[in-house]
């Protein structure tokens, strides 16, 4: 059976301090054994990653995390891996020992609501504690709003309402995701897929954002062809109706456009991915930054996900030489990959980001408010290529938001 892809499941992380029962609710809410508990503070180490089906959630990702008052070296290095692991959370919850609440219960709840992770409160070891008379009431420095919950991994107390405190925090973007494109085209509209064979593509299979494009149009019940862009003259030439929009790979745009008539709509999965992951009017202000690139300024190269790099890399290769050519000389590049990043560095004049196709919406959006808040504009692997192909004007006019934001951000520093 085909995984949903994790890029769009749930993903529900625990923090909290050593030995409250991280772990061991984890195991009580999947119902396996995913992750080791102990007696001994520190059992968890490095971040435990469990997918699953959960009704009503449907699928999700919990991940369970090392305690945030490790100290010493190692423990240090653990808080930091743990609070990494808070970029991937759409939703958290903040475990403790009974009603205990102290310093590091209150850094993590501020890093949470600084992040905007809605988060709830599980008092573990209800078993344990003695129950304070009437509901479980939180700290005083808690908002009224977050939900504190007595929970007993061990017994099973509590954990039908921790499900439902899940469901009902989940963000709305995490759980309903916005069509890629089927919102674009008419009833039984045509769509054209521009999909290139090249060395780059893999063996014998698509990559995720076409195989979401022709899911979705299936979905909307569209008519969808796909073909690469050799055949696209030919495809164009025998429809009877020209199609009402042509998607296509950023690695051809710049025969696509000449190929596609310019009343056809045109636009590129990057454009697509950038709007269904993250917020696209937010990227093509960030490509419109890179119009006043200049020699020798600094610029981040970001990856959501470290596959092996191949002949050719486009993030090692293709981009640098693009993005020199649009600054006009030598610029500074830095490379980040992986599902959680460093910390952005307000030098960088522009970050350009991958389409993010293994993490989810939350994640991105999580990525490009980081960004924001270090003063870095950030725009995408597709729009940079489009525009430094001249045709991201054309890629963007189905969005009249997003191009408004291009020009903008063109026009003004
Ligand atoms: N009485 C009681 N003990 C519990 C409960 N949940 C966990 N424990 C015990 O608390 C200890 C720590 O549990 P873990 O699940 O390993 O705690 P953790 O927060 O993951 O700990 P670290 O990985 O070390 O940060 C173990 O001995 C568990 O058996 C509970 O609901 N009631
Ligand atoms: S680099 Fe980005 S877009 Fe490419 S596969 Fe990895 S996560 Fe997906
Ligand atoms: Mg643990």
């Given at each position: 059976m085909m995984e949903t892809p994790k890029g769009l499941r749930l993903h529900i992380a625990l923090f909290g301090r050593?030995?409250?029962g991280k772990s061991s609710l984890l195991n009580a809410l999947t119902g396996q054994q995913v992750s080791i508990v102990s007696?001994?503070?520190?059992?968890?180490?490095d971040p435990v990653e469990k997918t699953l089906e959960m009704a009503p959630l449907g699928p999700v990702v919990f991940l369970d995390t090392a305690g945030l008052d490790d100290a010493g070296e190692l423990g240090e290095l653990r808080t930091e891996r743990s609070l990494r692991v808070m970029q991937r959370a759409d939703v958290a919850l903040l475990v403790t020992e009974g009603e205990s609440w102290g310093e590091h219960e209150a850094r993590i709840a501020a890093l949470l609501r600084e992040r905007e992770i809605p988060f709830a409160v599980v008092q573990n070891k209800a078993d344990a504690y003695p129950a304070a008379p009437g509901r479980a009431h939180g700290p005083?420095?808690?908002?009224?709003s977050v939900s504190v919950i007595r929970a007993s991994a061990r017994d099973g107390l509590g954990l039908a309402e921790v499900r439902a405190a899940l469901e009902r925090l989940a963000p709305e973007r995490a759980l309903h995701q916005p069509p890629?494109?089927?919102?674009?085209?008419?009833?039984?509209g045509v769509l054209a897929l521009v999909v290139p064979i090249d060395t780059g593509a893999p063996k014998g299979r698509l990559i995720l954002p076409q195989v979401q494009a022709i899911r979705d149009s299936l979905d909307g019940r569209k008519l969808c062809m796909v073909v690469t862009e050799e055949e696209l003259p030919d495809a164009l030439g025998r429809l009877r109706h020209a199609p009402d929009l042509v998607v296509c790979d950023s690695q051809v745009v710049h025969k696509v456009d000449r190929d596609t008539p310019s009343d056809i709509p045109m636009t590129t999965f990057s454009v697509l991915m950038a709007r269904f992951k993250g917020d696209l009017t937010a990227l093509a202000q960030g490509a419109g930054a890179l119009t006043r690139l200049t020699p020798g300024d600094a610029v981040l190269i970001q990856e959501a996900c470290s596959h092996h790099p191949q002949k050719d890399d486009i993030a090692r290769v293709k981009l640098p030489r693009l993005l020199q050519k649009l600054a006009g000389g030598e610029l500074r590049i830095a490379w980040s990959a992986g599902k959680e990043f460093p910390e952005y560095d307000g030098a960088y004049k522009a970050v350009v980001h991958c389409g993010?196709?293994?993490?989810t919406r939350g994640q991105m959006l999580a990525r490009l408010r980081a960004a924001a808040a270090s003063g870095c504009p950030m725009t995408n692997y597709g729009m940079a290529i489009s525009l430094a192909q001249g045709v991201l004007r054309r890629e963007l006019s189905p969005f009249p938001d997003a191009l408004r934001a291009f020009e903008a951000a063109c026009a003004h520093p």
């Open positions: 050593r030995n409250v007696d001994t503070p520190g059992t968890t180490t005083g420095v808690l908002e009224a890629l494109l089927s919102d674009l085209l008419p009833d039984k993010g196709c293994v993490i």
